[in-house]
């Protein structure tokens, strides 16, 4: 797994989205290519930007309960796995644009490096190492850039 706060592995990520075109077709799933972008974009759009709602209360206990293993674990993600409600784009996105933006996230992310994270709240996990930080954004990046042959 990349280690997103390590620039030579921003660097690669980064190479691996310029490969992609807005033509690029998935392997899999429903998602074009610029809503791929966006939907991973929204994984930093959470930490970053603040236009999502928190979930609260009992909802966010089940979140953690049942889905924070999965996303901040080391175990791969399935192909065409479901994914929280905040996390589907369904509208046509500007392809340069969400690539833009993906570049600018990962860069600050690798800029702010692994202690800026160190115990960092999540809008749904609570407080994470930044070993967990990083696996969530890494292991979600490389599942949607694999699907799309890069």
Partial sequence: MKNLFDK?????TI????ALTSDTQGQWGRMSV??????????????YDNVH????????FFIKLLAKNAVVGP????????TA??????????FAKEKERMIDYLHKTQELGA??????????FGS????????????????HLTQFGV
Wanted: with cysteine; charged share 30%; net charge neutral.
């Fill in 15 to 18: 190479e691996r989205i310029n």
């Fill in 53 to 60: 709602p928190k979930p609260t209360g009992l909802k966010k």
């Fill in 75 to 82: 175990k791969p993600y399935p192909k065409n796995g479901r």
């Fill in 34 to 47: 610029d809503q791929m972008l966006a939907h991973c974009n929204v994984a930093y759009e959470m930490v």
């Fill in 85 to 94: 409600p905040q996390f589907i784009v369904s509208d046509k996105r500007d």
């Fill in 115 to 124: 202690d800026h994270f160190e115990g960092k709240e999540s809008n749904s």
């Fill in 8 to 12: 030579r592995d921003v660097d690669n």
């Fill in 128 to 143: 994470l190492t930044s070993q967990e930080w990083n696996v969530m954004f890494s292991k979600h990046l490389d599942h």
